[in-house]
Nanobody, 119 residues
Framework: RLVQSGGGFVQPGRSLRLSCTGS????????IGWFRQAPGKEREVVAC???????NYIDSVKGRFTVSRENGNNTVYLQMNGLEPEDTAEYYC???????????????WGLGALVTVSS
């Protein structure tokens, strides 16, 4: 119900954009979170956008990542600039079908998109 696209292999300092599109869920009504899980590490929330557009980020990505909505396309984006090797992870979008961040219990997950940052 959350269809992801984007991801790939990039060199440090480059950019990628991840997309999360609702196939049944109308995303504009709900807060959407972006999570990531690096090999051997626990999943962590990276960014969140509320239904009215407020955003928050973990400290390690502030100033580099931007989460945004395009309601006409029922899509939420995660623009990632200045990527670092430490950003290498599987990235997931998710919603708990609530309006505000942080998300509560997640009810829908995207399938994930692998981001690899390496020289």
């Amino acid at each position: 119900r959350l269809v992801q696209s984007g991801g790939g292999f990039v060199q440090p300092g480059r950019s990628l954009r991840l997309s999360c599109t609702g196939s049944i869920v109308t995303l504009q009504f709900w807060a959407i979170g972006w999570f990531r899980q690096a090999p051997g590490k626990e999943r962590e929330v990276v960014a969140c956008i509320s239904s009215n557009g407020y955003t928050n980020y973990i400290d390690s990505v502030k100033g580099r990542f931007t989460v945004s909505r395009e309601n006409g396309n029922n899509t939420v984006y995660l623009q990632m600039n200045g990527l670092e090797p430490e950003d290498t992870a599987e990235y997931y979008c998710a919603t708990s079908r609530t309006h505000n961040c942080p998300l509560g219990n997640v009810v829908f997950w995207g399938l994930g998109a692998l981001v690899t940052v390496s020289s």
